[in-house]
């Protein structure tokens, strides 16, 4: 599954990010795995905000617009959509397999 394009968080993003951690006492996968990220980001970014940095990170990159997060939220969603519609093709061949007569 395709997030939100590398390095493209708002700060204010970031900073929920690192409460999670810091505020919740979730570890570093939980909270990656919460909000689809990879735990070492979230690792680098609990450090950085212990460092006083992390309002640094991500300075580089130019905001996204309007029009690419839109795109970004819609490719997630259908990347949810095809998982769920191939674990019910499944389902359903592995149902109607049982009922079949001599099958169990």
């Known amino acids: 599954m395709k997030g939100i394009p590398r390095g493209r968080y708002t700060k204010e993003f970031r900073q929920e990010a690192v409460k999670l951690v810091t505020e919740e006492k979730l570890s570093w996968q939980e909270a990656g795995r ?4 990879a735990p070492s980001t ?4 609990v450090k950085a905000d212990k460092a006083g940095k992390l309002g640094e ?8 617009t309007e029009v ?3 795109l970004a939220r819609t490719r997630k969603e259908l990347a949810e959509v095809k998982m769920e ?6 389902a359903a061949a592995y149902f109607a ?3 079949l007569p001599g099958t169990r």
Not at 85 to 90: A, G, P, T
């Open 34 to 37: 919460r909000l689809s990220l």
């Open 42 to 45: 979230i690792g680098n970014w």
């Open 57 to 64: 990170i991500g300075k580089t990159y130019r905001p996204l």
């Open 68 to 70: 690419e997060m839109d």
């Open 85 to 90: 519609r191939d674990i019910l093709k499944k």
């Open 97 to 99: 397999r049982e009922s």
